[in-house]
């Protein structure tokens, strides 16, 4: 159980395009989920922390109006990356949790995103 | 300030040897600490964490307020061990519970 997907797993796109990455949670509801941006031999770094319903909150120095992102029900989350340009090529990976309660991040299998 | 110190990047022991992965934190609340693994071309995953006090793997890891630290030990290493090791401090308000992670540490173990 507890299993996250991300969609793509990797995608290559041309500078000035948008790209859309979805995380889904498959046998649980995420009232909360995070994304992650990981760069070659990095931690990871939170970008931001969305909860279902109500509008994403965002790490300093990341920008929402570059990444955004929609958590429109308990099992989808979608990080946009617009106006893609090659400084936003990185490793994304978002975590899903189902509770509080039991405050356990689930984590997606990432996504390559390169932009050329 | 919040923030996890994992000072060792790679740490190299051969198979039956103990191992150490050191872990320090800062965190002036009360802290919940946790150990994700990563093994090669896979994702991230929850080794354990403080409150559950368990071994997984035959690893353990005590949580030392005093010292505020959090480090992982095994007593034999296996080559199975192989890994990216990653420590995290959970931080923030009740719903918006973040994990901030240390730097890593790579353990191989060698046959």
């Known amino acids: 159980g507890a299993v996250v997907s991300q969609h793509p797993s990797r995608v290559i796109c041309k500078s000035g395009t948008s790209v859309k990455i979805e995380c889904r949670s498959l046998d649980f509801q995420a009232t909360t989920m995070f994304w992650y941006r990981q760069f070659p031999k990095q931690s990871l770094m939170l970008m931001a922390t969305?909860?279902?319903?109500?509008?994403?909150?965002?790490e300093q120095g990341v920008e929402k109006d570059k990444f955004l992102i929609n958590h429109a029900s308990l099992t989808l989350s979608t990080l946009t990356v617009t106006s893609a340009h090659p400084e936003d090529s990185s490793f994304y990976i978002c975590?899903?949790?189902?509770?509080?309660?039991?405050?356990?991040?689930?984590f997606g299998p990432g996504t390559r995103l390169t932009v050329l | 300030a919040q923030r996890v110190t994992q000072p060792e990047k790679l740490l190299s022991v051969f198979k039956g040897a103990p191992v150490e992965l050191k872990c320090n934190y800062s965190y002036s609340g009360s802290p919940e600490l946790f150990w994700y693994v990563q093994y090669s071309r896979q994702r991230l995953q929850l080794l354990l964490r403080?409150?559950s006090r368990e071994s997984i793997k035959g690893f353990t890891a005590d949580l030392n307020k005093g010292e505020t630290s959090f480090h992982l030990k095994k007593p034999f290493a296996q080559e199975e061990d192989s890994a990216m090791y990653y420590c995290a401090l959970s931080a923030g308000s009740y719903n918006t519970d973040k994990l901030i992670f240390g730097t890593g540490t790579r353990l191989q173990v060698f046959p």
């Open positions: 403080h409150i």
């Open positions: 975590s899903a949790r189902e509770s509080r309660a039991y405050n356990e991040q689930f």
């Open positions: 969305s909860n279902e319903g109500s509008k994403a909150t965002y």
